[in-house]
């Protein structure tokens, strides 16, 4: 356990290799949490919960709630630079100690685990998160203070009465570029909003 609060800056054994396996690990047990609790939503709707809870930000707050800050192993700089409160050093803490327990454990204890520092934040979760995937977009975007995403239909094909439209949505907050295919335009944009608003989340 040791090596899954030991940050890169500390040393060559460190816990990125636990990060890495962990990270799976939770995104498998919250979406299977989200999937029980929620069984009248959609897929859209239930990944955009569960970025919630495991962003950068949901992740640090599972970490604050454990006061990991204090037992993190840091380089001189990062503890100079107040690298405890650090979201994406807690964050990524998180998911390694899913790791450790991961390796040692296996998978179904560690899933038991990890499922129990989820499940409330699960229950508590506002619903509200599910609502248009462009609205939710903009509204990061604004509140970042950042301009409007755009929307460009890169293709349409198939019949008139079998259309599948395909639409890119790229803002400035982020290099990459979302892609969204559907049968209409209004739910390619959906489409494509929502895996932008995912990308932007875990950068």
């Not at 009465?161 to 790229?170: A, I, K, L, N």
């Not at 969204?180 to 335009?185: L, Y």
Request: aromatic share 6%.
């Amino acid at each position: 356990m040791v090596q899954a609060l030991t940050h890169r800056s500390f040393g060559a054994t460190n816990n990125e290799r636990l990060e890495f396996i962990g990270d799976g690990l939770v995104n498998a047990v919250v979406a299977q949490l989200l999937y029980d609790a929620y069984p009248h939503l959609d897929e859209g709707s239930l990944s955009r919960l569960r970025s919630q809870l495991v962003s950068k930000d949901g992740l640090a707050r599972v970490a604050q709630r454990f006061e990991l800050g204090p037992l993190l192993l840091l380089g001189t700089g990062e503890r100079k630079s107040g690298g405890r409160q650090r979201s994406s050093i807690l964050s990524d803490t998180v998911e390694a100690i899913a790791g450790a327990i991961l390796t040692e454990a296996g998978f179904g204890n560690a899933s038991r685990v990890v499922g129990q520092w989820f499940i409330d934040d699960v229950q508590r979760l506002d619903l509200d998160a599910t609502r248009d995937a462009k609205t939710q977009l903009q509204e990061w975007l604004q509140g970042r203070h950042f301009p409007l995403p755009c929307y460009e239909v890169v293709s349409i094909t198939g019949d008139d009465h079998s259309q599948v439209f395909e639409v890119s949505c790229v803002c400035e907050a982020s290099k990459h570029r979302a892609i969204g295919i559907a049968s209409s335009r209004k739910k390619a944009e959906q489409h494509a909003a929502n895996d932008l608003l995912e990308i932007l989340i875990h950068e």
